[in-house]
């Protein structure tokens, strides 16, 4: 197989036949951009993943990050990976043009930085931490903050980070305790520690510049009292870098994806730590939410490229390996087949095909979403942002979730060789199984979702997303092999339209408890709700493409993923009806339950 961790006709057929990317070139920020350009980005993309970071692949898993004597030490491909990144602009390349970047969609570079991620997650993720927080400082910070810290970080020589989580505040943001003093001097006195900080010390770069969470001395409590700081292991001073009295006071040994460090940190021990405050004081959450969000598709992204790479294991794996006969033979003297030839195993495969394709289609259509939002026009961009403000956790969470289901099918087909470290299954196992937890974790999701995206602006996004699957299904209607699907589709989207309502009112009567208690559930419905729509989407372009006749190796691809496609609605959707009988019952069973019933 010449492909070991993706497909490259399958990125081109979700960008260009269903995404309709080109269309984004109509826009005046995308303007200079066209297919040539967006295939040029795309080839140079997929060659950096064969040629540097999939031959390090097992390296970086093997041979992880050490902390030697306060410094974190980790493998001379990430250095190569952040200077290539650096030199062809790939840090800065949705940026504008006088900030140093290229104008890519965002669609486009999501298609290459999963090109990186599938070939190795976990180098890939040093890239996307130091554009984030590159952005941050550019969308809030002062001119001196963007102009001391931005150019070195888009560079590949600085690396960035978030810095959210400490030992007493993990998902509850509200409790972080890390603390500010003010000076007088334009910057404040840091202090504290942060824990789980990924890529957040590393001998690969000059320096690391953290997007830190504190408060203010005085701030108000909670959310409304967390400020935003630059805070760098290094500080400018006079031309010089000199050390700014934060240290890594540890290394977390993981279960996977152990190419990148996750560091705990601690600021201040000397007094000496110096923060500078992006923004307005006791804002910081709400900036700091613009790099969550995209880390939150970032993750999305992440989970459905490590399942990718664990689907093309196994496929090949399923292809080479010969172990019995058809079921129905009864000589045992003829040859073995290759175990792709059983029903088993071709449905496992089916699985992993339906959860990373279809991911990696919500999360294109989430981009193209993004772009216009960002420099699309009038109620077009009004209705992009919505609609990416509520498929967010959905499209961060379903590839995070469905990715280890996928990549544990794809290690049982492997049988006792998946269980291994002769084949990287059980690295993809491994490696996939963070995903659900960090930027948010799946329960976390849930309540934002069905807390507060579904009721955002009276529910307009629900209804404007019913409006795009609608406009779907009806094409589908048109098309008689389809038009089945489209009816099914239909069915489940009104099922979550009316879990949807019946939550809401438990809302409104006050049982806020019991409103939220199933939310991951809910989120789960919706997940399968959101896929299946983009499963029907890729199908109506395959079947059109057949319809319009297409040479053998196409007219093998189209079939598949038509083939997929039925995979998907005839055993994955039908769990929605489960999940909406549930979601339906109102006992709030796990919100009313006594916790001491857990004891022995």
Same mark, same amino acid.
């Given at each position: ?23 984004? /070139? +109509?826009?005046?920020? =995308? ?18 993943? +064969? ?38 602009? *790939? ?40 554009? $984030?927080?590159? @952005? ?21 020589? *600085? ?100 190419? /990148? ?14 923060? *500078? ?7 910081? !959450?709400?900036?700091?939410?613009? %790099? ?22 196994? &496929? ?31 449905? %496992?495969?089916? =699985? ?23 420099? $699309? ?32 099918? $794809? ?23 963070? @995903? ?12 934002? &979702? &069905? ?25 589908? $209607? ?38 939220? /208690? ?21 199908? !109506? ?18 079939? +598949? ?40």
């Amino acid at each position: 197989m010449a492909n070991k961790y993706l497909s490259e006709r399958n990125l081109k057929f979700l960008l260009y036949e269903v995404g309709q990317v080109e269309e984004l /070139c +109509g826009l005046p920020f =995308f303007a200079d951009h066209d297919r040539e350009s967006f295939d040029m980005m795309l080839g140079t993309a997929l060659r950096i993943s +064969g040629q540097l970071l999939y031959p390090a692949f097992r390296d970086l898993d093997q041979n992880p990050p050490e902390l030697v004597e306060g410094q974190v030490r980790v493998r001379p491909v990430v250095r190569q990976l952040l200077e290539q990144a650096g030199e062809g602009g *790939w840090l800065s390349a949705t940026f504008p043009y006088d900030h140093g970047g290229m104008q890519l969609p965002v669609m486009v570079n999501t298609a290459c930085l999963y090109a990186f991620a599938s070939a190795n997650f976990s180098a890939s993720a040093f890239l996307g931490l130091t554009t $984030g927080a590159a @952005h941050l400082i550019l969308s809030f910070g002062t001119p001196e903050l963007r102009e001391t810290y931005v150019p070195n970080m888009l560079s590949g020589r *600085w690396q960035g980070t978030m810095a959210l989580t400490e030992p007493g505040a993990g998902s509850s943001l509200s409790d972080v305790a890390v603390s500010a003093v003010p000076t007088g001097q334009g910057h404040y006195l840091i202090s504290g520690q942060k824990i789980f900080i990924s890529a957040g010390d590393h001998d690969a770069v000059e320096n690391v510049v953290h997007l830190m969470l504190a408060r203010i001395k005085g701030a108000p409590a909670g959310v409304k009292g967390i400020s935003l700081f630059v805070v760098p292991k290094l500080r400018p001073e006079d031309g010089k870098l000199v050390p700014n009295d934060l240290n890594t006071a540890g290394l977390f040994h993981k279960l996977g994806y152990r190419g /990148c460090p996750i560091v705990q940190l601690a600021m201040g021990e000397a007094g000496d730590c110096h923060g *500078w405050l992006v923004g307005e004081p006791h804002k910081g !959450l709400a900036y700091m939410f613009q %790099m969550m969000n995209e880390a939150r598709i970032s993750v999305g992204k992440q989970a459905t490229a490590v399942a990718s790479g664990a689907y093309y294991a196994s &496929l090949q794996y399923a292809q080479e390996r010969p172990q019995g006969r058809p079921i129905a033979a009864k000589d045992p003297t003829q040859p073995q087949v290759p175990i792709i030839e059983h029903a088993d195993v071709k449905r %496992m495969l089916l =699985f992993q095909r339906a959860v990373v394709d279809g991911s990696l289609a919500l999360l294109l259509q989430c981009a193209k979403y993004a772009d216009l939002a960002g420099h $699309g026009e009038g109620e077009a961009k009004d209705n992009a942002s919505l609609l990416l403000d509520l498929l967010t956790p959905v499209a961060k969470t379903f590839p995070s979730e469905m990715g280890i289901l996928s990549t544990s099918a $794809g290690l049982q087909i492997l049988g006792g060789y998946g269980y291994t470290d002769e084949f990287p299954s059980e690295q993809y196992f491994r490696d996939v199984r963070i @995903h659900p937890i960090h930027e948010g974790t799946t329960g976390i999701q849930g309540l934002d &979702l &069905l807390g507060r995206k579904v009721g955002m602006q009276g529910g307009r996004a629900m209804k404007l997303l019913a409006g795009e699957l609608a406009r779907d299904i009806s094409a589908a $209607g048109q098309v008689a092999e389809l038009a089945e699907y489209g009816q099914r589709l239909q069915a489940a989207l009104e099922r979550l339209l009316e879990v949807t309502q019946a939550k809401q009112e438990l809302a409104a009567a006050g049982e806020v408890a019991v409103f939220l /208690c199933d939310a991951t559930l809910y989120l789960e419905l919706f997940g399968l709700v959101a896929v299946a729509w983009q499963w029907l989407r890729q199908a !109506l372009v395959a079947a059109q493409a057949l319809a319009s006749g297409v040479g053998q190796s196409d007219e093998a691809f189209y079939m +598949g993923k038509l083939a997929t496609m039925r995979y998907f609605f005839h055993y994955e959707l039908p769990k929605a009806q489960g999940l909406a009988d549930r979601l339906g019952e109102s006992d709030g069973l796990t919100a009313r339950l006594d916790a001491r019933l857990f004891s022995d």
